[in-house]
């Protein structure tokens, strides 16, 4: 979902990186591509979000 929300957006993990740091959250580019690719985020999931502007999640299409 998120990685689709960068790639939607036109968002680079080093651009979500530094819009990270913006609202105090420490991620380096790196550490965001290896749990991206992982697929394991915990709460930093939901500033990342934020952080590119997400107001609102979709789980599911009615």
Not at 3 to 22: H, P
Not at 50 to 60: D, K
């Amino acid at each position: 979902m998120l990685k689709a929300e960068l790639k939607r957006r036109n968002i680079s993990y080093a651009d979500l990186a530094s819009r990270l740091a913006v609202i105090g959250v420490s991620e380096s580019e790196p550490s965001i591509r290896n749990k991206i690719a992982r697929g394991k985020f915990t709460a930093v999931f939901f500033q990342c979000m934020e952080a590119i502007g997400v107001s609102t999640l979709r789980l599911r299409d009615d």
